[in-house]
């Protein structure tokens, strides 16, 4: 079966941190650039990390720079999103993407979704 199962998310304080698994079955995630968005309770989905099928190219929203980061693994066919320094308005559902292109602003461009995992950060 062909799909991608987002996991990892949870409760967490500010400041603190999770990482969350992007792991693809029935298909090779290399071929494939990767996208982790994330959609807020009445909010617009929104593209948080982008990395290229080979890894050497990532790209990060403005507001996680420098808190999160997003890595290839390619033994377990997987992306991660490591996530520090959370702040309560990180709290989303995060969904991660698999693209023939890099970064592509439209969803149609889109091959795979996964189902998306609760990150909430609060007190």
């Known amino acids: 079966q062909v799909q991608l199962v987002e996991s990892g998310g949870g409760l967490v304080q500010p400041g603190g941190s999770l990482k969350l698994s992007c792991a693809a079955s029935?298909?090779?995630?290399?071929?494939?650039?990767v996208t982790w968005f994330r959609q807020a309770p009445g909010e617009e989905r929104e593209g948080v990390a982008c990395?290229?099928?080979?890894?050497?190219?990532?790209s990060l929203k403005v507001s996680v720079r420098g808190r999160f980061t997003i890595a290839r693994d390619k033994s377990n066919n997987a992306v991660y999103l490591q996530m520090s320094s959370l702040k309560p308005e990180d709290t989303a559902v995060y969904y991660c993407?698999?693209?023939?292109?890099?970064?592509?602003?439209?969803?149609?461009?889109?091959?795979?979704w996964g189902q998306g995992t609760q990150v909430t950060v609060s007190a």
């Open positions: 993407a698999a693209t023939q292109f890099y970064c592509p602003g439209s969803r149609d461009q889109y091959d795979y």
């Open positions: 029935g298909f090779t995630l290399d071929a494939y650039a």
């Open positions: 990395i290229s099928r080979d890894g050497d190219k990532t």
